[in-house]
Each structure stands twice: as structure tokens, then as C-alpha cells.
């Protein structure tokens, strides 16, 4: 598991990030938060609830939800 924080990377998944807190309004680590709780386990599968239940577009959810998977970390 590798722990990071801002400021994120430019390229890569995580650079996505900035974009994802200001749209929606929560940190990386909420979100990761809110996949931990979803229910689901399979990458698509989380994409379709982020994109379903909190309206975040699909590139951004991919991102998050991939980089999640990983095994990385966001700190609080």
C-alpha cells in the first residue's frame, strides 16, 4: 500500500485528482472512503455506482477507482 498526499502527480490517474476535489467537493481520501463502503469490489462496477449515485463523469471515476484498486492510499 503506498500512502500519498497532495501535490499529486501530472501525469497518471492521479492526475485527475485536483480536478475531482474541486468538482465534487470532497478530498481524495472521502472518496476512497465512499468506494470502501459501496459494496462492490470489481473496477466497473464501482465506476458505474460513482457515476450513478454521485454524478461524477467516467474519466474521473475510472481514474479514482483505478488508482484505489492499486492499493494506493490518500491522506487524509
Known amino acids: 500500500m503506498t500512502e500519498q ?3 499529486w502527480p ?3 490517474p492521479a492526475s485527475y ?3 475531482i476535489e474541486q468538482k465534487y467537493g470532497r ?4 472518496w476512497q472512503q465512499v468506494i470502501a463502503g459501496c459494496g462492490r ?3 466497473m462496477a464501482i465506476v458505474g455506482y460513482l457515476k450513478s ?14 488508482w484505489t484498486l492499486q492499493g494506493n492510499v490518500a491522506k487524509p
Request: aromatic residues 4%; glycine residues 16%.
Open 5 to 7: 498526499s497532495p501535490p
Open 10 to 12: 501530472k501525469q497518471g
Open 17 to 19: 485528482f485536483p480536478s
Open 27 to 30: 478530498s481524495i481520501a472521502e
Open 41 to 43: 469490489d470489481k473496477h
Open 53 to 66: 449515485e454521485h454524478g461524477m463523469g467516467h474519466g474521473h471515476a475510472n481514474a479514482l477507482v483505478g
